[in-house]
Structures are given as C-alpha cells and as structure tokens.
C-alpha cells in the first residue's frame, strides 16, 4: 500500500514566493487554513477581521508554526472607509497586494417567516456588500500586481437552501460579482474566481448550520461519503492564485465532494433514506 501522503506538500513549497494576499475573515476557520496554506506557499499574509485580538492572535500563531509573515488589521467589510484603511494598512506594510480573499461572512438558520429585515440586510452588506468593499478597494493594488481575487461562495443558492432565504440570496450575488468582476478586469490582467465549500467539519459554519442529527444524514447523501476538511479548501485557493491557474477566471469552483448533485438529499435527507430502502440499495 502506498504510504500517506503529506497533504501540506500538494504544492511547490514556492508556488506563491514574492506574493502578498489580503484575506478577510483570515483570523478563523476556512479562511485562517487559506491564510496559513498561502503561507506555507511562500505568499506574505495580510488578515482582516472585526475582532483584532482574534486576528492579532491568528497572525501570532500562524507566524510561530508556519514562518514567514502575517500582518492583522481589523476591518468592517460593511464600511467601506474601515477597508480603504485595512488595505493602505496592508499596502504600507508590505508593499501592495497580489491575491485578495474574500471569506468573510455571516450565516444562522432562521425560517424565512421570522427573519428580521435586518437579519437579512445584515447577511446580505456582509457577503455580498463586504465583497464589493474589498474588491474596489484591492482593485488599485491588483491592478498594479496583475493580481487575483478569490470569493468564497458557497452551494446554497444552486437549489435554494431551506431556512438560510440570507446567506444563499447573498452568495448567489457573489457569484454574479465573481463573473461580472472577471469580466470587466480581465484586460486589466486581474482573474476573479470562486470557491464553494461543501459543508466543513471544525468550523463555525458547520456548527451553526448543520444541527448535529442531521450530519449522519447528510454525510450519506454526499457521494464521497464524508464532511469537507479545511484543507481541501486551502488546496483549491492556493491553485487558483497559483500561475497555475493563468488562465481561468470567472469561474466558480465547487468543492464538496459532489455533495451539490444531491441538493435535495441535503435538504430532505429522509427523503434519501426512503428512496434507498425502496431501491433496495
Ligand atoms: N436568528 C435570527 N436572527 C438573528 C440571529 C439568529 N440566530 N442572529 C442575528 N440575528 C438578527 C438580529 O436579531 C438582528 O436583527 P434585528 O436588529 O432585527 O434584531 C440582525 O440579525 C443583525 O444581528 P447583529 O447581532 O446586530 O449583527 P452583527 O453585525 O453584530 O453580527 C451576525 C452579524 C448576526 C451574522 C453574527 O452572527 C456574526 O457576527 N457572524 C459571523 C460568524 C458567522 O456567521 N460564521 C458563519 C459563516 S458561514
Ligand atoms: P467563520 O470562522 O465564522 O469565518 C467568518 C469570518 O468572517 C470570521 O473570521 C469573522 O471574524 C469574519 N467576519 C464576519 N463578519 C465580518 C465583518 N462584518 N467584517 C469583517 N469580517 C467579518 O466561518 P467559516 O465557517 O470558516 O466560513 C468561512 C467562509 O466559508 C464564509 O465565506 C462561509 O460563507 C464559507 N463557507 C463555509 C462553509 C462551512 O462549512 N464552514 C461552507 C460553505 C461556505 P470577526 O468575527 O472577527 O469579524
């Protein structure tokens, strides 16, 4: 049998050398494991949170086990005066910026009959606003670089996703941005993608959005038979912001094991069940 692979070792250990990504929501979950992959790469990393002790924290850690540099600035996504300031900070500390992470995002189950209109606006300035945000404000910077944007979407939005009306009416707006921004800064030589996680195991989304009794369910249904890890979405950001990926763009980029066929198994999951014993599967 084939020895284990070192999964942080996919990679060139100099794939990103030289290179500068400003990440938002870098200080936890998916995007603090897209922060360290990115580091791990050679890439110099700016991470941006409301929190600053959490990401201050994050940049400390990250430098201690990975090496290289991590540089935290606190930023409200929804104020665009606080990212004009993250992003000059970033600038100012490392000299532009090459590869722009969009991970920031709210989400909670809330049935749509009960959602606040400012639970909804809130999700919506968040993902999609926040996304704008920074993007503009990068956009100098990437323009300059010839950089790269990476949005971290999710697949709620391609079946529509029961109790989440918020978060996959903003994600649907983010991959609409994805292609409009690839567009419109192509011939600027700035390629704009995007990635959507299936379901991630350790992370705040999976914790608020998954209910535990559920996960069995859900896990059958996805036809790789188990949860996304951290890693396998790191692997996916550290190509596209890769030369790897010279020539993609626009592009959205599922990675959930195949979980998004099965939309309706995600949501029904009893459903599954009664059409496997009634298959004899
Ligand atoms: N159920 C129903 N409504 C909720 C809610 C929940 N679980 N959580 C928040 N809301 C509502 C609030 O009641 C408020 O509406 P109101 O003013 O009409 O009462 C609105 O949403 C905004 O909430 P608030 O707490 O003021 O917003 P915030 O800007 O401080 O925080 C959130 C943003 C709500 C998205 C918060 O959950 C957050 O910070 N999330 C980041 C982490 C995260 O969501 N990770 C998962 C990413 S997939
Ligand atoms: P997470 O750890 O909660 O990450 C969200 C991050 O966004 C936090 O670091 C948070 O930091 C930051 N943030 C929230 N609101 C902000 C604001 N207004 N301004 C600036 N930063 C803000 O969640 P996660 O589960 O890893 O999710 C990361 C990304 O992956 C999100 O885009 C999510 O939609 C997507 N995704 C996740 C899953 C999953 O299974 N986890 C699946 C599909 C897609 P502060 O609180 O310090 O601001």
Redesign the pocket.
Known sequence: MAAPVDTTKVFLPDTLKGKVAFIT?GG??ICKGIAEALMRHGAKTVIAS?NLERVTKAAEEMTKNIGGECFAVSA?V?NPEDVEKAVAKAVEKFGGIDILING???????PAE??????F???IE?DLIGTFNVSKACFPHLKKSKGSIINIS?TLHYNGTPLQAH?SSAKAGVDTLTKGLALEWGPYGIRVNGIAPGPISE???ID??LPKDYIKGYVRAVPMQRLGKIRDIEHMAVFLASQGANWISGSNFVVDGGAWLTGNAYQYPDSMERMRKASKL
């Not at 009960?114 to 639970?119: F, G, L």
């Open positions: 929501g936890s979950g409301r409200d929804r920031a995002a709210g989400n909670f189950l809330v009960n959602m606040s209109y400012n639970a606006r809130t999700v968040i999710a978060a992370t705040t989304g608020r959005l």
